[in-house]
């Protein structure tokens, strides 16, 4: 390498801000996109801890108060038909189906069983749809995002080929800043793929558990409005 050559290379500013004012039109808008993708990601993933936390504090909470000994009437009465906890709205779905099931001489409508059941699933759904919101998202960024990445080098690399031919310099630093503008494209997809996969993963296992403790107390409050209804 001749001292010209060396000299320019030393003078070029590689830092990733200089890196991105320097690319092409179109490669700033795969970075822009990129990183608008990752930041949207961790707001998603910040407010989706954050809501598990609460489902499971809240969960636990009811746990108690349902297993308390209390009648469930009179928990019914505190909570209300329109509670703010998830479990507690599963419950009243199912409280509130079992009072419309009784006629005006305290009688019961035939079906009430099938009935509030299919209430409580209802219910069930709405909040799993709740819990799973946002996290197709992420399964979005971490499957294309790398592609798109790459997509943005794909198009520096050629850019970077049409200043070498338009300057008719091979160098390396005529060829260095083209490359490395390039290939930022590709390792911010990388950074904003790799969190949105792996926590997708984690969190829609969360979303799954959850989903079966609610599933799991409706069949249990299910079982012992049928023992009444029996009795």
């Not at 909040?127 to 399964?139: D, K, R, T, V």
């Not at 969360?206 to 409706?218: L, M, N, V």
């Amino acid at each position: 390498m001749d001292q010209q050559t060396l000299a320019m290379a030393q003078e070029m500013d590689f830092s990733l801000l200089a890196l991105f004012l320097r690319a092409s039109l179109t490669v700033k808008f795969v970075m822009i996109i990129l990183i608008g993708a990752s930041f949207w990601s961790w707001s998603i993933i910040v407010r989706k801890f954050i809501s598990f936390r609460a489902a499971r504090v809240e969960a636990d909470a009811f746990d108690r108060a349902f297993w308390s000994g209390e009648p469930l009437d009179e928990l019914f009465d505190q909570i209300g038909p329109a509670p703010d906890g998830a479990s507690q709205r599963i419950f009243a779905a199912g409280m509130l189906e079992w009072r419309r099931s009784h006629r005006h001489d305290g009688e019961l409508i035939a079906g009430a069983q099938a009935r509030i059941e299919r209430s409580m699933d209802v219910a069930i759904a709405k909040e799993s749809e709740a819990l799973n919101s946002g996290l197709s998202f992420l399964a979005t960024v971490g499957s294309t995002a790398p592609f798109i990445g790459l997509f943005g080098t794909v198009w520096g690399i050629k850019v970077a080929f049409e200043q070498i031919a338009i300057s008719q310099n091979t160098s390396l630093a005529v060829v260095a800043p083209g490359i490395s503008e390039a290939l930022v494209a590709t390792a911010i997809g990388l950074i904003a793929a790799i969190p949105a996969v792996v926590l997708y993963n984690k969190l829609s296992s969360d979303a799954d558990k959850i989903s079966s403790g609610y599933e799991a107390f409706a069949d249990e409050f299910s079982t012992i409005l049928s023992r009444q209804l029996d009795a």
